[in-house]
C-alpha cells in the first residue's frame, strides 16, 4: 500500500496490521501530486509519484520475505513526466503483455495532452527497464495514447482487452477501451462526441456521480472506485454501455479497488484527502465480496 502525501510503502499482515517496509525519497506532495501508484512485478517494486518538478517513475529490489519486506536503491526509469497541483494521472500496472502501463494527466496544459511529444495527458507503455517497446504505436515513444485529461484506473479484460478510467473536466467522466495510438479527444472534446479520428468512450457519467479512479476486473465485470460519486461501479464486460451502483454513500470517496488473490476486491477509501469528510477510522481499506 502507497500513501500519497507520506511517500511511506507499506505491507499489511492477513489480519491488517501495517508494516513499513520503505519511504519513497523525493516525493513532493501537495495538490493532487505525491505517491499515486505502485506496482510488483518480479523482484521490484515500481512506483510512480509527484517529484519536485516532475512526475518519474521508479522501480526498487524488492528485499526480504513477506513480514520483513524492505526495498533497496531507487532506480529512475522515467522522469520528465509533467506535474502540477492538479492533473497527474499516476497509476501505473503490468499489462498481460509483460509491459508497464503508466497513466499521466495533462498537468493543467490542455493542449500537451495533443502534443504526442509530450508525456503529459497519456497512457504510456513501457519495458519493465522504462524502455519504449519496438512494438508501440509510435517509433522510439513511450506514448501508447493519447489525448486524456486525467486517466487514474486501467485494468485488463480476459481477452485482453485494455479498459481505463477518466475524469473529465465539469461535464463527463468516461470509460474507455484503449487501442495502440488512439486519440481520446481531450481538450477537444469530453465524452461521447461522434467525431471523426477520436475514440469516444464506451460509457460517459456526470462527474458528480463519478469521478472514477482505480479500476480492477474480476470475474467477468468492471469495478470502478468513485471519488465524489462515493461509490463502487459495477459494470459488465458484456455489456459495457451499462453499469450498477454498489456501496453507494456507505465508505465516503473510493479512490482505488483492487482484485485480491481470492476473488475479493480491496477498496480504498480517500476521505482524509482534504476533500472529504473522514471518519475516526478513515482511511481504510475495505475488503469485499464482489
Ligand atoms: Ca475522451
Do not use: C
Not at 472534446?189 to 457519467?205: F, K, N, S
Not at 477498496?267 to 481499506?285: A, F, H, Q, V, W
Request: without cysteine; negative net charge; hydrophobic residues 30%.
Amino acid at each position: 500500500v502507497s500513501e500519497r502525501d507520506s511517500g511511506r510503502l507499506l505491507e499489511l499482515s492477513a489480519d491488517g496490521t501495517p508494516r513499513q517496509i520503505g519511504q519513497v525519497a523525493g516525493v513532493s506532495a501537495g495538490g493532487e501530486g505525491g505517491l499515486l501508484g505502485i506496482a510488483v512485478r518480479d523482484t521490484y517494486l515500481y512506483a510512480y509519484f509527484t517529484a519536485a518538478g516532475d512526475n518519474r517513475i521508479q522501480r526498487f529490489p524488492l528485499t526480504g520475505k513477506p513480514g520483513s519486506l524492505g526495498i533497496g536503491a531507487a532506480e529512475t526509469l522515467v522522469e520528465g513526466i509533467p506535474s502540477a497541483g492538479t492533473h497527474n494521472g499516476g497509476r501505473i500496472a503490468f499489462g498481460p503483455d509483460g509491459m508497464l502501463y503508466a497513466t499521466t494527466g495533462d498537468a493543467g496544459d490542455r493542449p500537451s495532452a495533443q502534443d504526442r511529444d509530450s508525456l503529459s495527458g497519456k497512457i504510456l507503455r513501457m519495458t519493465p527497464e522504462g524502455k519504449a517497446p519496438s512494438d508501440n504505436p509510435f517509433p522510439g515513444s513511450l506514448v501508447y495514447s493519447y489525448g486524456h485529461r486525467n486517466p487514474q484506473g486501467i485494468a485488463w479484460a480476459p481477452d485482453g482487452t485494455m479498459y481505463a478510467s477518466e475524469f473529465g473536466q465539469d461535464t463527463w467522466d468516461e470509460l474507455n477501451v484503449i487501442k495502440p495510438g488512439g486519440n481520446y479527444g481531450w481538450p477537444t472534446v469530453e465524452g461521447i462526441a461522434h467525431r471523426e479520428g477520436l475514440t469516444d468512450p464506451v460509457q460517459q457519467w456526470r462527474p458528480a456521480d463519478a469521478s472514477p479512479s482505480g479500476m480492477a476486473i474480476v470475474d467477468g465485470q468492471i469495478y470502478i472506485a468513485n471519488l465524489r460519486g462515493a461509490r463502487l461501479r459495477q459494470i459488465p464486460l458484456d455489456r459495457p454501455a451499462t453499469s450498477s451502483d454498489r456501496l453507494a454513500g456507505e465508505y465516503g470517496r473510493l479512490r482505488d479497488v483492487a482484485a485480491a488473490p481470492d476473488g475479493s476486491l480491496w477498496i480504498l477509501t480517500n476521505n482524509t484527502d482534504g476533500r472529504g469528510e473522514p471518519g475516526s477510522e478513515d482511511d481504510r481499506i475495505l475488503r469485499v465480496e464482489p
